[in-house]
């Protein structure tokens, strides 16, 4: 089934009177359990993509459909559960580990039931829960924002440039740890990396974005086939 489905999407920003059209009629088609890898030079609206999955931003032309419903039908909190989010250098929140990873249940009025858990599946000791988190190394703080996203078990998820602030053993970690979540969970992902080997290994599908449009689409093992 058709997870996400960009039709035809628009979007400008005004910068200072200054009209700037950052994404420019995008088309594209995500099925469930497929890793999406988006390339492209910065700059080129990648993500700008991922920001309207998940209502961070609206499309002004064109339509973005989340499982077989349109994003702006959506309420948003639900959404909000459906679509996780991780970014590079994963911002994280003064206070405790633990603080951090329960956030989404807090804001949900709830409690985390089992943190010990979710650590666990990230790869995390449990004697960090109480530790503050910004003590955490690089690769930790990814770790624990990824745990923190998998607390409401979205079915999709949003990552853009996760591993780029980290060490490469770090980063192939990190790199392993998403690849299990997708094929235990069966998330559906849309990864934006600039690292070509990255999106050549990880993904089914990769798009390339430039000044706004996908100017290449195909299966990753196509798309990476030299001529
Ligand atoms: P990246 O290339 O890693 O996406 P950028 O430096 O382009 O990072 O942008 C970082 C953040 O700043 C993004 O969330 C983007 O939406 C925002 N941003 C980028 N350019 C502008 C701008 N001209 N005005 C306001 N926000 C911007
Ligand atoms: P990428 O992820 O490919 O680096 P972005 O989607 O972050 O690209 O940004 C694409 C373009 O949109 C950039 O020129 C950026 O400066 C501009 N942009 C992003 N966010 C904003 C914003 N909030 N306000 C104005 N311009 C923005």
Not at 11 to 30: A, D, F, P
Not at 72 to 84: F, H
Request: proline residues 4%; negative net charge; charged residues 25%.
């Amino acid at each position: 089934t058709t997870e996400i489905e960009f039709i035809n999407v628009s979007k400008t920003y005004l910068n200072q009177q200054e009209v700037v059209n950052v994404l420019k009629g995008v088309s594209g088609k995500v099925e469930k359990g497929e890793i999406v890898t988006i390339i492209g030079p910065s700059g080129s609206g990648k993500s700008t993509i991922l920001s309207l999955c998940n209502l961070l931003l609206t499309p002004d032309e064109g339509e973005v459909w989340i499982q077989g419903k349109d994003v702006g039908d959506w309420d948003i909190q639900t959404l909000r559960r459906q679509v996780g989010i991780a970014f590079q250098g994963a911002p994280m929140l003064t206070g405790t580990v633990q603080e951090n990873l329960s956030l989404p249940k807090r804001l949900q009025g709830k409690t985390l039931e089992n943190p010990k858990k979710y650590m666990e599946y990230v790869g995390l000791t449990e004697d960090l829960l109480l530790r503050q988190a910004k003590e955490l190394s690089g690769g930790q703080r990814q770790r624990l924002s990824l745990a923190r996203t998998l607390v409401n078990d979205p079915a999709i998820l949003l990552l853009d440039e996760v591993t780029s602030a980290l060490d490469s053993l770090s980063a192939h970690e990190v790199e392993e740890l998403i690849l299990r979540i997708n094929r235990e969970r069966q998330t559906t992902i849309l990864w934006v990396t600039h690292d070509q080997s990255q999106a050549e290994r990880v993904g089914d599908q990769t798009w390339l974005v430039i000044e706004g449009r996908i100017v290449e689409a195909a299966p990753t093992k196509q798309f990476f086939v030299k001529p």
